[in-house]
């Protein structure tokens, strides 16, 4: 009896594989220390076929950083597109703040996001954070008709969640009973510790 033939990925299959690894090799290393060949290693492809495939490596961090924006976004859409939102409803800042505590439960699109705000430095970069920011702010400010200060604080504390699970909190009581305390205020019911090994 024959054996099956194995099935070959397309190009489009293939790109999002080697998206998917860099997105992994991306989250462990930050953009200044992540080379295209270890995303090369990470993917099982060569170096050659990562520069053919994306160009340079800013251009394939900015692919895989704006993965984790348009993440944010779709994320965010599903809450404002259940109906009419009352700013004044703390329901609406509760279901919109569960939907990214769910999002960035995901380390690999966590560490991403935190690593593109970091680099702002580098010009394309930064510009495709400043941007990517703004128009978080602007869907929140537009779909919810808040204030300019409730958007801003919604964001403000986005941006808390970030820097307490990259600097892995929930999973490191331990360390500092203030930090727990303002962890556990932070998250509340949806904080879920990943797994160490994860990064």
């Known amino acids: 009896m024959s054996k099956p033939r194995a099935t070959r990925m397309d190009a489009a299959e293939r790109r999002e594989l080697v998206l998917d690894a860099a997105t992994r090799a991306f989250a462990r290393g930050g953009f200044a220390g992540t080379s295209t060949d270890a995303v090369a290693k990470e993917a099982g492809v060569s170096q050659p076929y990562v520069v053919r495939m994306f160009g340079t490596k800013v251009e394939l961090f900015r692919l895989v950083f704006q993965r984790s924006i348009d993440g944010i976004m779709t994320a965010f859409d599903e809450v404002l597109a259940s109906g009419p939102l009352d700013p004044a409803d703390d329901r609406t800042w509760a279901d919109l703040g569960g ?41 929140i400010r537009n779909g919810t ?52 090994g994860a990064l």
């Open 99 to 139: 939907a990214y505590a769910d999002l960035v439960a995901d380390r690999d699109l966590l560490m991403v996001m935190m690593h593109g705000f970091g680099a702002g430095a580098v010009p394309e970069i930064g510009r495709q954070a400043r941007e990517g920011m703004g128009a978080i702010y602007s869907q």
């Open 145 to 196: 008709r808040c204030s300019e200060d409730q958007a801003r604080q919604f964001i403000a504390h986005g941006m808390l969640l970030n820097v307490l699970m990259s600097m892995q909190a929930p999973e490191h009581p331990e360390d500092s009973a203030g930090l727990h305390e303002m962890t556990m205020c932070a998250f509340g019911t949806k904080l879920v510790p990943a797994d160490p």
